[in-house]
């Protein structure tokens, strides 16, 4: 417990972080009060900026992903997709499902050699990696619930494009190290390329980027799904072996689903549905966790660390066998998070030892990973809350940018069952729930989630990181409510994870070494890695004093209105 509480004292409330005029501000403490927490300072300010100008917290979060497409190009998008949970302060939940979907042309064994073989290289990097984006229709689905009109929520995005901004020596070291893989997969030099290495404090202005914003902001949905943008979209496509018509940008649709609800310890949690598998799992694995009354222990303790590790494996290999589109799948939702599934899911727990993960699924596996996606929390003083997680799927998602546009497409296809029991970039396995076919939607993981305590948002938390997006949100909500941990702590302090396939068990740096050793007397294996995700987290006590934290393993940032 002890260096618990150093790290609670290390950790600043407030930091300021100069990189030329961006400010990184981690934490903020206030009351009546908008705030915004996102993966950038610049892409927060937007944000923040917005409420001021009267918006509320739709607005908000229109401005702040249309700011993190400009300043956080490695993953916020307009080239990308993802999924919005919103509540408004008159009670009123909904998702919004603007994932990407595959091209009419696509099919189920489109990533397959002759001899049947899977060519992973295909589905993740280039031009036919890429699903038909949503993320446009996704904001512009979201002006249903916001107050002002899509020009002004668009306009610092535009600035930001225009005028440029300095990069801080993350996104510089970033851009320096993924410069052969943009010449790979690019014909031209893009705008992200130059002679000499980036540095913090360069100035990086994207005129082509700009342009296309113009575009959205004059011709709305049309000015990306149809006319220059679509033409220059297909035109990149052609450039390659792309497959994505201008039927396909044409006929995009925005879904709006029934948000996940379920009963945690008195809290509504609500969370995204099929097709992402986090609202299920994250439901799954706090049931079966509570089956064990996790509260009772320690966090990041080897008794609770082991109770959750074993929730997380056996939600996984649930992943793999039951979850995709629910338009193309029967959707066993009900099944999956119903207390008597679980409780026999349960059974073959062992306090003592590792459960070998093929006594609890099918299908076999190895492993590959990589963690790009986003997240924003916001809260407005009238009370209204939106989580939203957004994707390129991998780093700069393609890694091709469409030329003359300025923006990375996804790599979406790849979170596909490409072919059953191969892993996608994340070492997920799948089958025949999520394979390929036109017009499917990708399984995901991403898990923007609100916590309600009677009726009023609680906790507004989301990460980036992949198929350890659920396990990450999970491990945050159960130190807020079963530990007791300050915000800080439940989004700063090491976190783990496992997926059922592969069996190892990651942890990230700082974990508690007396923990890992005894998890390995128990037959873990464990895989040592830096950084697991990147939470942002708003959490309001019922005075209606927030907290709002970024991630400290980022350049995230917290602003307020
Ligand atoms: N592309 C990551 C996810 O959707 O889970």
Redesign the pocket.
Known sequence: MKKFLFLFFWLPLVTFAQFTDINIIKEIHTKDKGLVVSAHPLASEAGAKIMKMGGNAFDAVIATQYALAVVYPQAGNIGGGGFLVGVKNNGEKFTLDFRETAPERASRDMYLDKNGRANTDLSQNGRLAVGVPGSVAGFFATLKYAKLPMEKLIQPAIDLADNGFALTEKEANLLNSESKNFDEYNRKTTVFQKNLPWKAGDILVQKDLAETLRRIQKSGMKGFYEGETAQLITAEMNRGNGIITLNDLKNYRVAERKPLIFNYKGHEIMSMPLPSSGGILLAQMLTMSGFENIGKYQHNSTAATQIMIEAERRAFADRAEFMGDPSFITDMTEMLISRDYLQNRWKTFNKNSATPSAAVGKITAQQSESTE?THISIIDKEGNAVAVTT?L?GLYGSKVMVSGAGFFLNN?MD?FSVKPGVPNMFGAVGGEANSIQPGKRML???TPTIVLKNSKPYIIVGTPG?TT?PTSVYQSVVNTIDFGLSPNMSVNMPKFHHQWLPESVMVEKGFPETTIADLEKMNYKIERVQQIGRTEMIVIDENGNAVAVADGRGDDSVAAE
């Open positions: 996606t994707t799927n979406e979170d995901s993981s991403m992949g997006i």
